[in-house]
C-alpha cells in the first residue's frame, strides 16, 4: 500500500532554514516530499503559488523574503504594490530567490508555512502528537508545583 504523503516541502540549496525544516520534519517521524528549486531552472508554477496564497494568512507577504538581496534589487525597478497579481506571480517564478524559503505546504489541509520556526513548524504534527505532548508537559509542570509547595 503506497502512503499518500500530503506534505510537500519546497527547499532551495544552501539555505539554512531549508536544512533545518527538512531535519525537523524527519526527526519528527512527519511524511513529506521534498522538492528542491534550483535558481537557475525553477520548477515552480504560477499554479503552485496560488495554491500557496489560498493557504496563507497574509497573502503575498508570506511568499515573499523581504530581507533578500534579490527583493532589494527588486524593489529598486518595481513597485509590488502596484503591480498586479497575475505579473508579480511571474516575477516571482522568473526570480525565485524573491521566495521566502523552505516553503512547506500541506496540500491536504491547505496548511502553508515559509521559512523556519522550530514553534511554527509544530502545525504539521498530527494533533494527537501535540495533545499528548501538551499534556506531558502540564504535567511536569503541575509536579514541579507540587514539589516547590513542598519546600
Known amino acids: 500500500m503506497e502512503m499518500n504523503i500530503m506534505i510537500k516541502i519546497y527547499t532551495i540549496p544552501s539555505n539554512l532554514p531549508s536544512r533545518q525544516a527538512v531535519r525537523w520534519l524527519t526527526q519528527h517521524d512527519v511524511a513529506f516530499a521534498e522538492q528542491r528549486v534550483h535558481v537557475d531552472q525553477p520548477e515552480l508554477t504560477i499554479d503552485e503559488l496560488k495554491q500557496f496564497l489560498m493557504a496563507s494568512e497574509n497573502g503575498v507577504d508570506d511568499l515573499l523574503s523581504f530581507q533578500s538581496l534579490a527583493y532589494a534589487a527588486f524593489i529598486k525597478n518595481h513597485d509590488p504594490e502596484a503591480m498586479s497579481l497575475q505579473a ?5 517564478i522568473a526570480n525565485i530567490r524573491l521566495l ?3 516553503i512547506i505546504y500541506d496540500e491536504h489541509l ?3 508555512q515559509t521559512g ?13 502528537v501535540r495533545v499528548q505532548e501538551l499534556t506531558t508537559m502540564l504535567l511536569r509542570e503541575s509536579k514541579s508545583d507540587d514539589l516547590s509547595d513542598i519546600e
Open 88 to 92: 508579480l506571480l511571474t516575477a516571482m
Open 100 to 102: 521566502h524559503f523552505p
Open 110 to 112: 491547505h496548511i502553508l
Open 116 to 128: 523556519f520556526s522550530q514553534d511554527d513548524i509544530r502545525v504539521f504534527l498530527p494533533r494527537s
